[in-house]
């Protein structure tokens, strides 16, 4: 299974852009990359995934590095409410999705 | 649509107690997947099912045990709670297929272990 590393916490400030990167450099050719977000006292969820190919969603944007080994979720204008824990995870054949310890972002008005 | 539903939200053990934590969804999804998320450790995959009947190891399943009698429920059971099974678990559920994607999680059961 990759194993993904994530900085620890973030700070951006509000209205700018927010690049939050994931490390998974034992990640193999058919494992998916994902991002889950979790906001306080709440359950994880989706954001956005991909494979190869870098990713726009209404929500963020995913890119992907050339050789697969790191990924950086995108927030294009950041909010107070973006603030939450920023997940990033991988599945694979098995139908697991393992997840790495995330990043508290922090967002200063 | 109540999504995925958890029970119950906050419970407190004592060592050696046994319990059953109930997880349910409504979305006739395939897959389903009990999570323990601890300070600093993120969310580790305990068991789980990829259909009715079936279900799986996953990074942290001792101590845990599982069962997927209908689809719509996915049960985790703890035969002999100890203090390190301390922790918020969350449950999820997916469609089937590749990739695993857009998990639908529950709202979390707090257990305390004293």
């Known amino acids: 299974d990759a194993k993904t590393t994530q900085p620890n916490s973030m700070e951006s400030n509000e209205e700018e852009p927010v690049h939050l990167p994931c490390n998974h450099s034992?990640?193999?050719?058919?494992?998916?990359i994902h991002w889950y977000r979790q906001l306080p006292s709440q359950g994880p969820e989706y954001v956005i995934h991909?494979?190869?190919s870098n990713v726009n969603n209404r929500m963020a944007s995913l890119a992907i590095a050339e050789d697969r080994k790191s990924s950086t979720l995108i927030l294009h204008r950041a909010t107070l409410r973006d603030a939450a824990v920023y997940y990033c995870a991988t599945s694979n054949r098995d139908d697991k999705i393992i997840f790495g310890k995330g990043t508290r972002l922090h967002i200063l008005p | 649509n109540a999504g995925v539903t958890q029970t119950p939200k906050f419970r407190v053990l004592k060592t050696g107690q046994s319990m059953t934590l109930l997880c349910a969804q409504d979305?006739?999804?395939?897959?389903m997947y009990w999570y323990r998320q601890d300070p600093g450790m993120g969310l580790r995959l305990i068991h789980y099912?990829?259909?009715?009947?079936?279900?799986a190891k996953g990074e942290v399943p001792d101590g845990y045990n599982v069962s997927r009698l209908k689809k719509q429920n996915f049960l985790l059971g703890l035969e002999s709670a100890a203090p390190s099974q301390t922790s918020v678990y969350f449950c999820a559920s997916s469609y089937s297929g590749t990739p695993i994607i857009g998990a639908f999680f529950g709202q979390g059961t707090r257990l305390t272990v004293v």
């Open positions: 979305m006739n999804h395939e897959y």
């Open positions: 034992t990640i193999s050719g058919t494992d998916y």
């Open positions: 099912s990829v259909g009715e009947g079936t279900t």
């Open positions: 991909g494979l190869t």
